[in-house]
């Protein structure tokens, strides 16, 4: 049983790092291919397809991080 002068200490969580590298490769990577594949189109669909990579680079990140653990 906790005492109740003790106070609770609070963990700050935070993202693990491989989500991170995904979701900005994917990012990086999906603006470069959209720039040279879409270059008649307009610019604000490049940095809608930098997003879009971004997004799935999360998701992608979150699931190598539960099959394959952090990269440090």
């Known amino acids: 049983m906790s005492s109740p002068t003790k106070k609770k200490i609070q963990h700050r969580k935070e993202w693990p790092a ?14 470069t291919v959209a720039r040279v594949g879409l270059d008649g189109k307009p610019h604000p669909i490049h940095w809608l397809a930098g997003l879009v990579g971004g997004l799935a680079g999360i998701l992608l990140g979150w699931v190598w991080y539960r099959w394959r653990g952090d990269v440090f």
Request: glycine share 8%; no cysteine; net charge neutral.
């Open 18 to 31: 491989v989500v991170y590298l995904w979701a900005f490769g994917l990012a990086i990577l999906s603006y």
